[in-house]
Structure formats: structure tokens, C-alpha cells
Nanobody
Framework: QVQLVESGGGLVQAGGSLRLSCAAS????????LGWFRQGPGKERAYVVA???????KYADSVKGRFTISRDNAKNTVYLQMNSLKPEDTAVYYC?????????????????WGQGTQVTVSS
């Protein structure tokens, strides 16, 4: 049984930082690309960033230069370091796994999803 468990969300002031983690189990972690999506209030779930098994990354324009994704294949964990946070970054952040990194911006490409973690950025 595959599980993705996010953690690290919370309340932070604008300009602050948070680090999200996603721990995976039940899959061959290094064979999967891991992505982060977010869903703000009243909005559709949107792509944030993905990382391939070997460390290639693709960022959404809205987070380039502020967010950094990384992974530790030995710990089956992917991280999302979020700096210079803005109120518009407020959302539930979801971790997901896909075997198709090159189409990782599409929600439909993902096989497994976590339950999400809330990030709230106050102004």
C-alpha cells in the first residue's frame, strides 16, 4: 500500500519561510518523480514543482527563485523549501508521485497523492 504523508505546514508571516516534507512508503521511491501541487481557497489544484528520480526539476513560474525542491532517496522523502512567502501562497499543499516526470505538470499523470498540509501566509 502506497502512502505519501506531508508535514511541515503552518502559519507564517509574509516574507517568512517554511519547509514541507513528504515521506513515501510502499513504492520504489527512486523510480518515481515527486511533485508538489497546491489548492488555494476557491481555486483548482495547481502545479508547483516536480523532481525526477535523478534530481531534474521543473518549477512553476510563480515560485521560481523562492521555492526549492529536493529529495533524499535514502529516506524516501521529498522536501519543499519555501522562502519569501506571500499571502497568495496560502493553500493546501499536496505531494504526489508519478513515473512520468516529463508530463509532471499535469495532475492526471500522478498515481499517488498525499492528504495535504495547510500553509497559511498572513500579510
Amino acid at each position: 500500500q502506497v502512502q505519501l504523508v506531508e508535514s511541515g505546514g503552518g502559519l507564517v508571516q509574509a516574507g517568512g519561510s517554511l519547509r514541507l516534507s513528504c515521506a513515501a512508503s510502499g513504492l520504489t521511491f527512486s523510480s518515481y518523480a515527486l511533485g508538489w501541487f497546491r489548492q488555494g481557497p476557491g481555486k483548482e489544484r495547481a502545479y508547483v514543482v516536480a523532481i525526477s528520480g535523478r534530481g531534474d526539476t521543473k518549477y512553476a513560474d510563480s515560485v521560481k527563485g523562492r521555492f526549492t525542491i529536493s529529495r533524499d532517496n535514502a529516506k524516501n522523502t521529498v522536501y519543499l523549501q519555501m522562502n519569501s512567502l506571500k499571502p497568495e501562497d496560502t493553500a493546501v499543499y499536496y505531494c504526489a508521485a508519478t513515473q512520468n516526470f516529463w508530463r509532471s505538470a499535469s495532475r492526471n499523470e500522478y498515481d499517488y497523492w498525499g492528504q495535504g498540509t495547510q500553509v497559511t501566509v498572513s500579510s
